[in-house]
């Protein structure tokens, strides 16, 4: 068994986690790659899982490695679909090839905060933290970030919109905030004050956080 395949196993068994399955045949149909269950015995004696009762969990190595790829991937989707103006659909295809890409750490965390630390990918899905999430790294300045933290006066350009709350999406659309359109802040506090399309719009900070903006470089 190659490492694509090794790596296509480790993504199934994680998203299956995700969905509450960890079935060993479950597994192995969701790989995209093939893969049978000799496939996952060979894992397991490699010490990356553990086998019991037709069920599948990770070992600490299994789980990090497991958690590196999958970050690798979720990142590139955010990286194709917020910077490159990818459908989601291409942004998962090309991100399926990214992810086998062994980058040095540094690289991984250097998008990451370039991205601004996003904490889940465009399907909604949580991308696996790294050390430069947990340690708030800023060194390389956020090109992408959450409209509450754009400062006083700079404007940008809508990435996306990650509403918590249904209505706070069409709140949002009222405003005609939406991905790709321009805006500028104008205030910040002690409420945001807003610019889109000539028109001035007041939101509360917690809103500001579900919209998240490219910054002009320009200002």
Not at 26 to 34: F, G, K, R, T
Not at 128 to 137: I, K, M, V
Not at 182 to 209: G, K, N
């Amino acid at each position: 068994m190659d490492e694509h395949q090794t790596d296509e196993l480790l993504e199934a068994i994680w998203t299956r986690r995700e969905k509450g399955d960890t079935d060993v045949d479950a597994c192995l149909q969701a790989a995209h790659a093939e893969v049978d269950r000799a496939a996952i015995e060979r894992m397991a004696e490699r010490g990356l899982v553990r086998l019991s009762d037709d069920q599948v969990a990770f070992t600490d190595e299994g789980e990090r490695i497991a958690a590196e790829i999958m970050r690798r991937h979720r990142l590139a989707e955010r990286l194709f679909t917020d910077l490159l103006g990818m459908t989601v659909e291409q942004s998962e295809q090309v991100a399926c090839t990214f992810e086998h890409t062994r980058l040095v750490p540094e690289v991984t965390d250097g998008l990451c905060t370039l991205l601004g630390h996003p904490r889940e990918c465009p399907h909604g899905r949580p991308i696996p933290p790294g050390a430069c999430c947990r340690e708030g790294r800023t060194e390389i300045e956020s090109a992408l970030m959450p409209l509450s933290e754009v400062p006083f006066g700079r404007s940008g350009r809508v990435a996306y919109v990650r509403p918590r709350h249904h209505e706070r999406l069409h709140m949002l659309l009222s405003m005609g905030i939406a991905p790709g359109v321009a805006l500028r802040v104008h205030q910040r506090t002690p409420v945001m004050v807003v610019e889109v399309a000539q028109s001035e719009f007041a939101m509360d900070r917690e809103v500001a956080e579900d919209v998240y903006v490219w910054l002009d470089p320009n200002g």
